[in-house]
């Protein structure tokens, strides 16, 4: 019961805004969930949501990974700092970085959720990207290249 209320209220801050616990537990009983205020905010909690600055200027939920600019760029100065080298093979990027650096840099490339992306396999110094498709290959090189060179 936890785990499917949990997914739903991911489901629900993806598809709206939601301002306040008190809408989220709203909206769960609008999907036949019966939540108390203290139960949503365990949920938040456990789910590492964040109030972030909606476009209409409200606060409003949303996940930590989807939100924080901080956060993004922390994440790509470390890879910036930590990603060697780069190679590609059909739909198959290959980074190399330092090492023990893998998982950080793979991180930051999942939190960007680039939709060409289909996902990434690091170990401890090399990441296994792989891309959708063979034309799209080349203009992630690109990005994640200017990503490497920040200052």
Same mark, same amino acid.
């Given at each position: 019961m936890k785990a499917s209320r949990q997914i739903t209220i991911l489901e629900i801050i993806n598809s709206k805004s939601v301002e306040t616990q008190e809408d989220l537990a709203d909206e769960l009983r609008r999907h036949g969930y019966q939540a108390t205020q203290a139960t949503v905010s365990r949920d938040i909690k456990e789910l590492r949501l964040v109030k972030v600055l909606g476009s209409n200027g409200a606060y409003r939920y949303a996940t930590a990974d989807k939100n924080d600019n901080g956060l993004n760029e922390r994440l790509i100065r470390m890879f910036s700092d930590t990603v060697l080298s780069m190679t590609s093979a059909y739909n198959q990027i290959i980074l190399? @970085? /330092? =090492? +023990?650096?893998?998982?950080?840099? +793979?991180? @930051? !490339?999942? =939190? #960007?959720?680039? *939709?060409? /992306? #289909? %996902? @990434? /396999?690091? %170990?401890?110094?090399? !990441? #296994?990207? /792989?891309?959708?498709?063979? $034309? $799209?290959?080349? *203009?992630?090189?690109?990005? #994640?290249?200017?990503?490497?060179?920040?200052?």
């Open positions: 190399r @970085t /330092i =090492s +023990a650096s893998a998982n950080i840099a +793979a991180e @930051t !490339i999942d =939190s #960007l959720q680039w *939709p060409e /992306i #289909l %996902g @990434t /396999i690091a %170990g401890d110094n090399t !990441i #296994l990207m /792989i891309v959708r498709s063979i $034309e $799209e290959v080349k *203009p992630v090189m690109e990005r #994640l290249n200017a990503m490497m060179h920040r200052a």
